[in-house]
């Protein structure tokens, strides 16, 4: 897949500069590249990626608080199949160091690999029924696979446990994002926790055949 693509349309359409758009494919080459790293200390095929032209924050709780959400796996349902995205989004792309674009990767991967190890038990919940009975809910949250178990890097665990701790911990590009994307008026998505959930079909988690690198990584027969 193009994963500039929707990059690429919001300058068409004007949502977002040239030089933005310029910037962005030199970020995309670096985010590559971290990938590339994160594939190899894994030895998983990383899903299908792209990155995503705004600033998205979450709001919600009882104190109405807003989260910059810099990154999200998200599995989709079509027809009887399921298909992954994780989605990068630009001020990400643009303002993140290496090591922290290398170790959101990493963590995305640790998304997957833990929404895969529940399709393989069917433990995918049942409590978000949506338009139809045969539905399941799927909420992208802080449960994840050890990565000790996933990543032969100890410069990715390290990364990891550096980075992240209950959401990702680098105040730079929370500032550089602030600063040079929502206050210069660029494009941002606000969406509530509720928005956060998937609903996927049985049947599609019932004909989903994984990957053989996530097979060996899951133990998967």
């Known amino acids: 897949m193009n994963v500039l693509g929707p990059v690429e349309a919001a ?5 977002i500069p040239r030089d933005v758009l310029e910037s962005a494919k030199e970020g995309v080459e670096k985010l590559s ?18 990155a995503m032209p705004a600033a998205v924050l979450m709001s ?8 910059i959400l810099f990154s999200r796996f998200i599995p989709v349902t079509r027809g009887n199949s399921l298909e992954f995205y994780v989605e990068f989004t630009l001020p990400l792309i643009l ?7 290398t170790a959101v990767a990493a963590h995305e991967l ?3 690999l833990n929404f895969l190890s529940k399709v393989k038990e069917m433990r995918i919940s049942s409590s978000e029924i949506g338009t139809s009975a ?3 809910g799927y909420l992208d949250e802080e449960e994840l696979l ?5 990543f032969r890097s100890k410069a990715i665990i390290r990364l990891l446990a550096t980075k992240f701790s209950g959401g ?6 929370i500032k550089r994002t602030i600063t040079k994307w929502v206050k210069k008026g660029l494009p941002v998505v606000t969406i509530s926790p509720e928005d956060n959930v998937t609903r996927l079909s049985i049947a599609s988690l019932l004909n989903f055949v994984p990957d053989e690198s996530v097979k060996r990584v899951l133990n998967w027969t």
Request: proline letters at 5%; one cysteine or more.
């Open 11 to 15: 300058a068409a359409e004007g949502k």
């Open 33 to 50: 590249s971290c990938i590339a790293k994160v594939e190899k200390a894994s030895k998983v095929r990383y899903p299908a990626w792209y």
């Open 60 to 67: 919600g709780g009882e104190l109405q608080e807003q989260a």
């Open 95 to 101: 303002y993140a160091s290496k090591d922290t674009l």
């Open 110 to 112: 640790l998304h997957y």
């Open 134 to 136: 045969f539905e399941a």
């Open 146 to 150: 050890s990565p000790e178990r996933v």
């Open 168 to 173: 990702l911990n680098d105040q730079p590009l």
